[in-house]
C-alpha cells in the first residue's frame, strides 16, 4: 500500500536535460547561456557570501522588488521573486488551482506544465498547436472557457516561436488566469516589459521571468512573477517564508542594475542563432524562426535521434525531443532536435560534427 497521494504515484515526474559532471562536453542541451555573468554580480556574490549567512533573508527581497520594478514600469508591490521561475509557476498553481480545477497550455510545449497540474491534482488539457506553431483559436477557445488557470511559454519551448500579443490576450481564461511564461523573453528581438499587464485583461494575467537564461545565472536559483498587487499579495501567502536566499538575492539585484551586460549577451546569442539557423537550412533541416536562445530543426531524411547519439559520442549534447498524441507528426509524435545557442566556438564544433553526422 503507497502512503503517497493518487497523483503522485501516478506521475513519472519531469525529466530534466542531461548535466554532465565532467569536463569537455560542448553543452548544448538545456538552454543556458553560454556567457558568465556581469563580474559585478560574481563580486556581489563574494560580499554576500562573507557577510551575515547566520541570519535569515529579507522574506520579502525588498531591495530585489525596488532594484527590478522600474525595469518593468510597474510599482515593488507587483513583483514577487521566487527560487527560479518554476517556483513561481509552483506557486501560483498552488494559489489558484483545486483538484479538479482545469490547467491548460500548448502542445507541444513545456512538458513540466503538465506535471505541476498533476501533482496539484488538476485535471488538464492541451491546446493543440498547428504544423507551423500557430494557434487555432477557434478550436482552442471551448477548452479555454473551461479554464482555471492557462500557462502560455512565451517564447514557447522547444519551437523558439513568439506569439503576437493579441493571440495571448485571445486565450485568457473568461473565468480563471493566464501564466505568460517569459524565461527567454530577453532573447526577443523586441522584448517585453509587462505591457500586457497595463492592457484590458492585464488584471488576469500573471508574468513569470527567470534569471537561468538571460543573466547567465541557472546555476544561482531566482526568478520572479510580475502582476497586478492583489495578485500578488494572494501568492505571498502561499510562497515559504524565506524562499530567496541572501546570495542569490544579492546576485540578482546586481545583474539587474549591469543592464548592459545582460543585453550585450542577448545580442551576441542573437547573432549566433541567426547564423546558426542560416547553417542548419543549408544542411537540410528545417528550422523554425527563433525569438529564443534556442532552435528547433527537424531533417526529412535523417532520423532524430541517431543524430543525438552520434553528437553524444562526440561529446556535444543537444536535446532529442518528442511529444506523442501530435496529430499532423508523422506516426503521431512530433521529434525532433532542440539546439541551445552557444559560444561561436560551440557551434562550429557542432556544425563540423553536424557535416560528419550526416
Given at each position: 500500500?503507497?502512503?503517497?497521494?493518487?497523483?503522485?504515484?501516478?506521475?513519472?515526474?519531469?525529466?530534466?536535460?542531461?548535466?554532465?559532471?565532467?569536463?569537455g562536453w560542448v553543452k548544448l542541451n538545456t538552454n543556458e547561456n553560454p556567457y558568465p555573468p556581469s563580474p559585478r554580480v560574481v563580486d556581489a556574490i563574494r560580499t554576500a557570501a562573507g557577510?551575515?549567512?547566520?541570519?535569515?533573508?529579507?522574506?520579502?527581497?525588498?531591495?530585489?522588488r525596488k532594484t527590478a520594478a522600474p525595469l518593468f514600469g510597474v510599482e515593488p508591490d507587483w513583483l514577487l521573486p521566487a527560487n527560479g521561475s518554476d517556483e513561481n509557476l509552483t506557486i501560483v498553481l498552488r494559489s489558484f488551482v483545486d483538484p479538479g480545477d482545469l490547467v491548460v497550455y500548448p502542445y507541444p510545449s513545456y512538458i513540466l506544465y503538465e506535471t505541476l497540474a498533476d501533482i496539484q491534482g488538476g485535471?488538464?488539457?492541451?491546446?493543440?498547436?498547428?504544423?507551423?506553431?500557430?494557434?487555432?483559436?477557434?478550436?482552442c477557445r471551448?477548452?479555454?472557457?473551461?479554464a482555471k488557470l492557462a500557462l502560455i511559454p512565451n517564447p514557447n519551448s522547444p519551437s523558439g516561436n513568439r506569439w503576437t500579443d493579441d493571440e495571448i490576450l485571445a486565450l485568457v481564461p473568461p473565468r480563471g488566469l493566464l501564466v505568460l511564461d517569459e524565461a527567454y523573453g530577453d532573447f526577443c528581438d523586441r522584448p517585453h516589459r509587462a505591457?500586457?499587464?497595463?492592457?484590458?485583461?492585464?488584471?488576469?494575467?500573471i508574468i513569470t521571468r527567470s534569471f537561468s537564461k538571460s543573466y547567465s545565472l541557472?546555476?544561482?536559483?531566482?526568478?520572479?512573477?510580475?502582476?497586478r498587487p492583489d495578485l500578488i499579495q494572494g501568492m505571498l501567502k502561499v510562497k515559504d517564508s524565506y524562499n530567496c536566499d541572501a546570495i542569490s538575492l544579492a546576485a540578482g539585484i546586481v545583474a539587474l542594475e549591469d543592464q548592459a551586460w545582460m543585453d550585450a549577451n542577448a545580442a551576441r546569442v542573437r547573432a549566433t542563432r541567426i547564423r546558426l539557423s542560416a547553417e542548419l537550412d543549408r544542411l537540410g533541416f528545417n528550422v523554425v524562426p527563433s525569438q529564443a536562445n534556442f532552435v528547433w530543426c527537424t531533417h526529412e531524411k535523417t532520423p532524430h535521434q541517431p543524430i543525438y547519439e552520434a553528437l553524444k559520442q562526440r561529446k556535444i549534447l543537444v536535446r532529442f525531443m518528442g511529444f506523442p498524441g501530435v496529430a499532423w507528426a508523422e506516426g503521431g509524435t512530433a521529434n525532433g532536435l532542440?539546439?541551445?545557442?552557444?559560444?561561436?566556438?560551440?557551434?562550429d564544433a557542432l556544425l563540423a560534427a553536424l557535416r560528419e553526422v550526416l
Amino acid at each position: 500500500m503507497s502512503l503517497f497521494r493518487p497523483a503522485i504515484d501516478r506521475i513519472e515526474g519531469y525529466l530534466p536535460g542531461e548535466q554532465p559532471q565532467e569536463a569537455g562536453w560542448v553543452k548544448l542541451n538545456t538552454n543556458e547561456n553560454p556567457y558568465p555573468p556581469s563580474p559585478r554580480v560574481v563580486d556581489a556574490i563574494r560580499t554576500a557570501a562573507g557577510g551575515r549567512l547566520n541570519l535569515y533573508p529579507d522574506p520579502l527581497a525588498t531591495k530585489f522588488r525596488k532594484t527590478a520594478a522600474p525595469l518593468f514600469g510597474v510599482e515593488p508591490d507587483w513583483l514577487l521573486p521566487a527560487n527560479g521561475s518554476d517556483e513561481n509557476l509552483t506557486i501560483v498553481l498552488r494559489s489558484f488551482v483545486d483538484p479538479g480545477d482545469l490547467v491548460v497550455y500548448p502542445y507541444p510545449s513545456y512538458i513540466l506544465y503538465e506535471t505541476l497540474a498533476d501533482i496539484q491534482g488538476g485535471s488538464r488539457a492541451r491546446l493543440p498547436l498547428q504544423p507551423d506553431w500557430s494557434w487555432d483559436l477557434e478550436a482552442c477557445r471551448p477548452i479555454i472557457e473551461r479554464a482555471k488557470l492557462a500557462l502560455i511559454p512565451n517564447p514557447n519551448s522547444p519551437s523558439g516561436n513568439r506569439w503576437t500579443d493579441d493571440e495571448i490576450l485571445a486565450l485568457v481564461p473568461p473565468r480563471g488566469l493566464l501564466v505568460l511564461d517569459e524565461a527567454y523573453g530577453d532573447f526577443c528581438d523586441r522584448p517585453h516589459r509587462a505591457e500586457l499587464l497595463r492592457r484590458p485583461g492585464g488584471e488576469r494575467i500573471i508574468i513569470t521571468r527567470s534569471f537561468s537564461k538571460s543573466y547567465s545565472l541557472a546555476g544561482v536559483r531566482l526568478g520572479f512573477a510580475i502582476a497586478r498587487p492583489d495578485l500578488i499579495q494572494g501568492m505571498l501567502k502561499v510562497k515559504d517564508s524565506y524562499n530567496c536566499d541572501a546570495i542569490s538575492l544579492a546576485a540578482g539585484i546586481v545583474a539587474l542594475e549591469d543592464q548592459a551586460w545582460m543585453d550585450a549577451n542577448a545580442a551576441r546569442v542573437r547573432a549566433t542563432r541567426i547564423r546558426l539557423s542560416a547553417e542548419l537550412d543549408r544542411l537540410g533541416f528545417n528550422v523554425v524562426p527563433s525569438q529564443a536562445n534556442f532552435v528547433w530543426c527537424t531533417h526529412e531524411k535523417t532520423p532524430h535521434q541517431p543524430i543525438y547519439e552520434a553528437l553524444k559520442q562526440r561529446k556535444i549534447l543537444v536535446r532529442f525531443m518528442g511529444f506523442p498524441g501530435v496529430a499532423w507528426a508523422e506516426g503521431g509524435t512530433a521529434n525532433g532536435l532542440r539546439i541551445s545557442i552557444g559560444t561561436d566556438a560551440e557551434i562550429d564544433a557542432l556544425l563540423a560534427a553536424l557535416r560528419e553526422v550526416l
